[in-house]
Nanobody, 123 residues
Framework: QVHVVVSGGGLVQAGGSLRLSCAASGRTSDIYAMGWFRQAPGKEREFVAASSWSGTPSLYGDPVTGRFTISRDNAKNTMFLQMNSLKPEDTAVYYC????????????????WGQGTQVTVSS
């Protein structure tokens, strides 16, 4: 079993930055990649970014490309989502998930999910 814990959400003004953390524990050797998704009220879940532990492959959703970056601390089984130039439309609950294979942008391909963390961007 793998446990995923997300942290780092909060309130920030437009143009600001936040960094989310996603820590995996348990049978982390089973994990190949982790992905970030978000869901705003009344909207469907949206892919944000994903990366394998090696960094290749990595994938970013169109709305965040160039603004968000994934980094990794493999020794701590943790991935980070650095979010820069935040916009009000980035406001959502952000989720992190771990997959035993490459799930890319398909949330159904991820095996273990953490709790969500609220990110609110004020205008």
């Amino acid at each position: 079993q793998v446990h995923v814990v997300v942290s780092g959400g909060g309130l920030v003004q437009a143009g600001g930055s936040l960094r989310l953390s996603c820590a995996a524990s348990g049978r982390t050797s089973d994990i190949y990649a982790m992905g970030w998704f978000r869901q705003a009220p009344g909207k469907e879940r949206e892919f944000v970014a994903a990366s394998s532990w090696s960094g290749t492959p990595s994938l970013y959703g169109d709305p965040v490309t160039g603004r968000f970056t994934i980094s990794r601390d493999n020794a701590k089984n943790t991935m980070f989502l650095q979010m820069n130039s935040l916009k009000p439309e980035d406001t959502a609950v952000y989720y992190c998930a771990a997959g035993e294979g490459w799930g890319g942008s398909y949330y159904t391909e991820y095996d273990y999910w953490g709790q969500g963390t609220q990110v609110t961007v004020s205008s």
